[in-house]
């Protein structure tokens, strides 16, 4: 029901009730019928379900299934010899997922409590009319029907369709966006014929839960409870919309496929070539037993050849650079919910943010005043007014336009706690809605003046004078021309226009009625105030523009007032560029999709409209944040690819659904975060680039040493390199620098895969050469072994080659590491010369010291398969020399990669 546009007599008759209230068994029936006035709470995830669904990540499905395979592979080997040695693959397999799991629940171990917080915004009690008399219950035992007393400092319990209001003011910003509190009555609402409904926002008449009676008092019957009322819908808003996957998820999950179908690939291929060689051409006469034995020999290699191919260490690499990522966003007030909320930043193409509050400073201010005596204009503003300032404050409490006022004679050292000492009030006339305007009385020495203050147009209808340069002038009709003037040129600029007026008296006047005070008065002057923005916000819209990401506003507010904000930060450049809510109800979401391109700014919306306007963007395929700190945004922020709450003023229902929560209330922050982001993404893919050309060439010299029947690397040498060559430079990686045109770059579009833009080519050249130099090495340490070639296709061991080859693995993927601080950009260039990564270079120290210990430590010697004593020094020498190869030859790659780039 529209309640909203009917008289309140109807109302009551329609929820067969009165003024009087509902009979004490009437209101029981009903609460039993329709339940109690609470939100349903859902099903809390347990952390085991939690722990499950995080295991769910292809990456480490296939870890897992790598880990059983090779478990199999090893108790087929080894029959009932083997030991727990033997599985020490599986076990550092097994451990990488746990570990990459429990950093995963710890960054996100904060379960989502947007129902609670609901909850605790309901009003814990609230006086009901019953049988005709007032009583104070719990609000969740209140029904449709009822009939609740309510004045300044009560919380809203459910959704009312006002009877009775006197001077009632409701904060409703958490709901509807708007700064200022919105004046109620009783009337019935008349439709625009061009309209389908009333914007909840004008629905002036009613009272909502979850907002707040902030003056005034009043009374009024309840027409919706629990989930029927509006918050409730939000709420049901909440549980509908489901999370995404993140562009960083996306890409991972490109990447499991990929790398299982290599894996199947490489098993194939293998197991093939192996039968052929070892049952077809080994000239063994042919058996059934011999395809058997030599089948489960073949299948073995493979899969020890399969399982080379997988990065394990890779997710928990990517995890922990989260971390850290989560880490230094926290100290540029940027707190992470959401651990891959890190890297979606970094491809955000569109920051739809509410307006109240996240680009204003969500406080009323007097920025402009029309008048020749601006020190009386502030005294008469801040005297008739109920605000109040503390000695030594600087901001007053109460109601936030008289807070604007009083806050504004504070500015010209004119505080309301010395007025007041000095002109107590003795009198006043409160301020109603139909003469728009209120009046105090106040007692100056052996005399009273009386102070006036509204709307212009109707205090100007009582003045017959003005001051100018301390004389009192008859009013004339150019003069109130000039001021209606002034008064539409403040209002044009979206400011809410006051005026202000004064009488003076010998004696205390007889009687303080409106109609005897409001006459005779003189004009001071006119005070505009807005909900200014911050100023940092400038610089952050310009910043979002220069790293192409466009920001659209949506607000509850007016659309006069969003579009002043919107023109002066620099969001739209007219009028044509700003939609209101209402006209939203006419299109479908396909029509939708087409013209969210052409509105910046929205105003007057509702939350479903919120959510219509992030799904329209995420339609057309670009990366979509929302930002916000009311109730009215959290479905919206729960729909977006990253939702942005903020810390202060942020309800926390929104901060429950945010992935991400501004700390400070920044906006500016939200460009560090992006910036950030795109850093984080960028190492995530220096350290994909570097791990799996490294991988790619772990996988070659593997699989033609099996083809070639020799042995390059052992069992132990995979191991090592896996787990500390890859890993520590890798996380070394994920400690870089943001690289200088960072914020210069455009949005990567959300259809670049891991292999885009030539990654792909890259890795596979990279690969190859790493295998070309692993090869040689081993070529040349068989040679100085042996003197000659000779058998090294025989399946001989030569420890030492294989010494040299580990060695040369191992410096090669450092200095591989080492070129990969930029995946375009040279190496040499002052950028880079200049932010020296500290991380990496301890990182090349510590694996160069523990690969030296490796092969030089006798105890060690033996586990690598070296006789000790037999490593030369000209052999190390040899190895770091084809490594150090890698640095020329990678720079000279993406020198060529830049200059067909520039060329294209």
């Given at each position: 029901m529209k309640w909203y546009l009917q008289e309140k007599e109807e109302v009551l008759r329609e929820l067969k009730t009165s003024e009087n209230g509902l009979p004490e068994e009437e209101a029981?029936?009903?609460?039993?019928?329709?339940?109690?006035?609470?939100?349903?709470?859902?099903?809390?995830?347990?952390?085991?379900?939690?722990?499950?669904?995080?295991?769910?990540?292809?990456?480490?499905?296939?870890?897992?299934?790598?880990?059983?395979?090779?478990?199999?592979?090893?108790?087929?080997?080894?029959?009932?010899?083997?030991?727990?040695?033997?599985?020490?693959?599986?076990?550092?397999?097994?451990?990488?997922?746990?570990?990459?799991?429990?950093m995963s629940l710890v960054q996100e171990s904060k379960a989502e409590a947007a129902m609670e917080a609901l909850q605790q915004m309901t009003a814990a009690t609230s006086k009901v009319v019953r049988g005709g008399q007032v009583r104070v219950v719990k609000s969740e035992e209140l029904c449709p029907g009822d009939v609740i007393v309510l004045e300044a400092?009560?919380?809203?319990?459910?959704?009312?369709?006002?009877?009775?209001?006197?001077?009632?003011?409701?904060?409703?910003?958490?709901?509807?966006?708007?700064?200022?509190?919105?004046?109620?009555?009783?009337?019935?609402?008349?439709?625009?014929?061009?309209?389908?409904?009333?914007?909840?926002?004008?629905?002036?008449?009613?009272?909502?839960?979850?907002?707040t009676v902030v003056y005034g008092r009043g009374k009024a019957v309840i027409t919706a409870t629990g989930m029927d009322t509006e918050m409730g819908k939000i709420a049901d808003a909440l549980t509908l919309a489901e999370k995404e996957q993140t562009p960083l998820q996306k890409k991972m999950t490109e990447l499991s496929r990929f790398l299982t179908k290599l894996v199947i690939g490489i098993c194939v291929v293998v197991f093939a070539i192996g039968i052929i060689q070892s049952v077809f051409l080994s000239g063994k006469s042919f058996s059934w037993t011999l395809l058997g034995e030599e089948a489960l020999d073949t299948f073995i290699a493979a899969i020890a050849l399969a399982v080379a191919a997988i990065p394990e260490g890779l997710p928990a690499v990517v995890t922990i650079i989260l971390s850290i990522g989560v880490t230094a966003m926290s100290k540029r007030q940027a707190l992470i919910r959401k651990l891959t909320a890190v890297e979606t930043l970094g491809c955000t193409q569109i920051i739809c943010s509410d307006k109240t509050g996240t680009l204003t400073q969500n406080k009323m201010t007097v920025v402009d005043a029309f008048t020749d005596d601006e020190p009386l204009l502030a005294r008469a503003m801040a005297l008739c007014s109920d605000a109040e300032i503390a000695p030594g404050e600087e901001h007053s409490t109460g109601e936030p336009t008289e807070c604007a006022l009083v806050d504004y004679a504070n500015r010209l050292g004119l505080p309301k706690y010395r007025l007041k000492e000095e002109m107590p009030r003795v009198g006043e006339a409160p301020f109603d809605s139909l003469r728009k305007m209120m009046s105090t009385v106040h007692a100056d020495g052996n005399d009273f003046v009386q102070y006036t203050k509204g709307a212009p147009d109707e205090v100007l209808k009582c003045c017959v004078g003005y001051l100018k340069n301390g004389q009192i002038l008859p009013m004339t009709e150019d003069l109130t021309e000039r001021i209606l003037r002034a008064n539409k040129a403040f209002a044009d600029r979206a400011l809410r226009v006051l005026c202000a007026a004064y009488r003076k008296y010998d004696t205390m006047p007889s009687s303080v009625e409106p109609e005897d005070l409001e006459r005779n008065?003189?004009?001071?002057?006119?005070?505009?105030?807005?909900?200014?923005?911050?100023?940092?916000?400038?610089?952050?819209?310009?910043?979002?523009?220069?790293?192409?990401?466009?920001?659209?506003?949506?607000?509850?507010?007016?659309?006069?007032?969003?579009?002043?904000?919107?023109?002066?930060?620099?969001?739209?450049?007219?009028?044509?560029?700003?939609?209101?809510?209402?006209?939203?109800?006419?299109?479908?979401?396909?029509?939708?999709?087409?013209?969210?391109?052409?509105?910046?700014?929205?105003?007057?919306?509702?939350?479903?409209?919120?959510?219509?306007?992030?799904?329209?963007?995420?339609?057309?395929?670009?990366?979509?944040?929302?930002?916000?700190?009311?109730?009215?945004d959290a479905p919206s922020i729960k729909a977006a690819d990253i939702g942005i709450g903020m810390g202060i003023t942020g309800t926390d229902v929104t901060k429950s659904v945010a992935d991400m929560v501004l700390a400070d209330d920044n906006f500016a922050t939200i460009v560090n975060a992006v910036e950030e982001g795109r850093k984080i993404y960028d190492n995530v893919l220096k350290v994909l680039q570097f791990q799996l050309s490294t991988n790619m060439a772990e996988v070659i010299i593997m699989f033609l040493a099996s083809l070639l029947n020799f042995t390059i690397l052992s069992p132990v040498h995979l191991l090592w390199i896996n787990m500390v060559t890859d890993s520590l430079p890798g996380l070394a990686l994920g400690m870089e620098k943001a690289e200088g045109d960072l914020m210069k770059r455009k949005p990567r579009p959300t259809t670049d895969g891991i292999f885009s833009g030539g990654a792909g080519a890259d890795m596979v050249w990279q690969g190859?050469?790493?295998?070309?130099?692993?090869?040689?090495?081993?070529?040349?340490?068989?040679?100085?072994?042996?003197?000659?070639?000779?058998?090294?296709?025989?399946?001989?061991?030569?420890?030492?080659?294989?010494?040299?080859?580990?060695?040369?693995?191992?410096?090669?993927?450092?200095?591989?590491?080492?070129?990969?601080?930029?995946?375009?950009?040279?190496?040499?260039?002052?950028?880079?010369?200049?932010?020296?990564?500290?991380?990496?270079?301890?990182?090349?120290?510590?694996?160069?010291?523990?690969?030296?210990v490796a092969i030089y430590l006798p105890g060690l010697q033996t586990v690598f398969g070296i006789e000790p004593g037999t490593f030369q020094f000209h052999e190390l020498l040899i190895s770091f020399g084809l490594a150090l190869s890698v640095v020329p030859a990678f720079e000279i790659g993406k020198a060529i990669h830049r200059k067909v780039r520039k060329e294209a």
């Open positions: 029981a029936r009903r609460l039993q019928e329709k339940g109690l006035n609470k939100l349903k709470e859902p099903e809390k995830e347990s952390l085991f379900s939690r722990f499950i669904h995080s295991l769910m990540d292809p990456m480490i499905i296939m870890l897992i299934v790598a880990a059983a395979i090779q478990a199999v592979v090893t108790v087929l080997e080894k029959g009932k010899d083997f030991t727990l040695a033997d599985f020490a693959d599986v076990i550092v397999i097994l451990a990488v997922v746990v570990i990459n799991t429990v400092g009560d919380a809203v319990p459910a959704d009312c369709r006002i009877l009775e209001a006197y001077s009632l003011k409701a904060e409703e910003a958490a709901l509807t966006g708007e700064s200022v509190p919105v004046l109620k009555m009783t009337d019935m609402l008349m439709l625009h014929e061009r309209t389908a409904d009333v914007p909840l926002g004008d629905r002036r008449n009613m009272l909502y839960s979850g907002s008065l003189i004009f001071i002057g006119l005070t505009g105030m807005i909900d200014p923005c911050r100023p940092e916000v400038y610089d952050a819209i310009k910043a979002c523009r220069e790293a192409g990401v466009r920001p659209i506003m949506i607000t509850g507010d007016h659309k006069d007032t969003a579009v002043a904000i919107g023109l002066d930060l620099g969001i739209i450049k007219d009028r044509e560029e700003a939609l209101v809510g209402a006209e939203l109800d006419k299109y479908s979401d396909e029509e939708m999709i087409e013209l969210v391109t052409r509105y910046s700014v929205y105003a007057r919306v509702q939350p479903e409209h919120k959510t219509r306007i992030v799904k329209a963007w995420k339609a057309r395929g670009m990366v979509t944040a929302m930002t916000g700190d009311g109730v009215n190859i050469y790493l295998a070309v130099i692993e090869i040689a090495a081993y070529f040349i340490g068989y040679h100085l072994e042996n003197g000659s070639m000779a058998g090294i296709f025989h399946g001989k061991l030569c420890t030492n080659a294989m010494a040299m080859a580990f060695l040369t693995v191992n410096f090669a993927e450092m200095f591989c590491a080492v070129c990969m601080r930029s995946r375009k950009g040279s190496l040499f260039s002052k950028d880079m010369l200049k932010n020296i990564n500290w991380w990496l270079v301890g990182a090349f120290a510590v694996t160069t010291l523990l690969t030296l």
